[in-house]
C-alpha cells in the first residue's frame, strides 16, 4: 500500500530548509526565525510552504543585497520581505561563520581516510546535529501550535 506524502506544511523535523537554517544561523536568530515561520504557519500554511520553497530553491546562489532587496519573489510583499530577510541573514551567516554556524563544525575528509570512513564520520555527526536540531525545534515550540 502507497504511503500518504505528508505537506510541506506540516511543522516536520525533516524540512530540509529548516535544517539548513539551523546549521547556519547563529542560535538567537535561528529561535527568532523559528517564532517567526511558525506563526506564519498558524495563520497562512499556504505562504508558509511557499516561502521555505523559495527559500530552498534560492538559498544556493547569493544575490547581491542592492538587488535582493529590489526583487520580488513572491507576490505577497510581507512573505517577499520574509524571504528576503531570510537570504540575507542566511548567505550573511554563510559568510561570517566560514559556511554557517554549526555547518562549519561537519568533518571534512583527512586526506588519507577512505571514503567509506569519512561518510561513517559525516553521518554521525549529522545525526547528533539532527538530533539538536529536533530538540531546539521542541525548545522553541514549533511542534506545539
Known amino acids: 500500500m502507497a504511503q500518504k506524502q505528508k505537506l510541506k506544511s506540516e511543522r ?14 547563529e542560535p538567537q536568530s ?16 499556504k505562504s508558509f510552504n511557499l516561502l521555505l520553497e523559495k527559500f530552498d530553491a534560492l538559498k544556493g546562489s547569493p544575490i547581491d ?11 505577497n510583499e510581507t512573505i517577499n520581505a520574509m524571504l528576503q530577510d531570510l537570504l540575507s541573514m ?4 554563510q ?15 583527512k586526506e588519507y581516510e ?16 539532527g538530533s539538536l536540531f529536533v530538540a531546539v525545534l521542541h525548545e522553541c515550540d514549533y511542534f506545539k501550535r
Open 114 to 129: 577512505s571514503d567509506n570512513d569519512f561518510k561513517q564520520r559525516l553521518h554521525e555527526m549529522e545525526d547528533i546535529l
Open 90 to 93: 542566511f548567505w550573511y551567516s
Open 95 to 109: 559568510q561570517d561563520y566560514a559556511g554557517g554556524y554549526l555547518k562549519c563544525m561537519l568533518p571534512k575528509q
Open 12 to 25: 516536520r523535523s525533516g524540512n530540509t530548509a529548516m535544517m539548513d537554517l539551523f546549521l547556519t544561523l
Open 30 to 45: 535561528f529561535k527568532e526565525k523559528v517564532q517567526e515561520l511558525s506563526h506564519l504557519f498558524d495563520i497562512d500554511k
Open 65 to 75: 543585497s542592492f538587488l535582493l532587496n529590489r526583487k520580488k519573489f513572491i507576490d
